[in-house]
């Protein structure tokens, strides 16, 4: 999996375009890359990564199924405040969700953080 550091906006832009690179590279049509990509910074803006949240974006390739799958995890590092985010990721569901195929939100109270993954089809 590729990483992004989530420090600012332009972060947040590389990982757009990288994330839509891989998936015109994995076989997705024009409409499922602009998907996944508006749907990985969308999250992360409304995780209020780089500004409120430091964080991380990871994403891959996956070829464990029937069809290829771009897989795309925002984890943000909130300490004390996980609840926030928490809170955060899960409205981010309900307007995410129809870009996607599969949609996740943890949370961890001994690290602090909270991951939401993304994950297209290319079918």
């Given at each position: 999996m590729k990483i992004i550091n989530v420090k600012g906006e332009i972060d947040i832009v590389a990982a757009r375009m990288e994330v839509r690179k891989l998936a015109r590279s994995v076989g997705f049509n024009t409409q499922s890359q602009a998907q996944i990509s508006l749907a990985t910074s969308s999250l992360a803006h409304f995780l209020d990564m780089g500004g409120g949240y430091n964080g991380q974006i990871r994403f891959g390739?996956?070829?464990?199924?029937?069809?290829?799958?771009?897989?795309?995890?925002?984890?943000?590092?909130?300490?004390?405040?996980?609840?926030?985010?928490l809170q955060l990721g899960q409205k981010a569901i309900g307007k995410l969700r129809w870009m996607v195929d599969e949609l996740y939100v943890e949370s961890s109270s001994l690290s602090g953080n909270v991951?939401?993954?993304?994950?297209?089809?290319t079918a």
């Open positions: 390739y996956l070829n464990s199924s029937q069809f290829p799958q771009v897989k795309v995890i925002c984890m943000v590092c909130c300490g004390e405040e996980i609840a926030a985010a991951e939401v993954t993304l994950i297209k089809y």
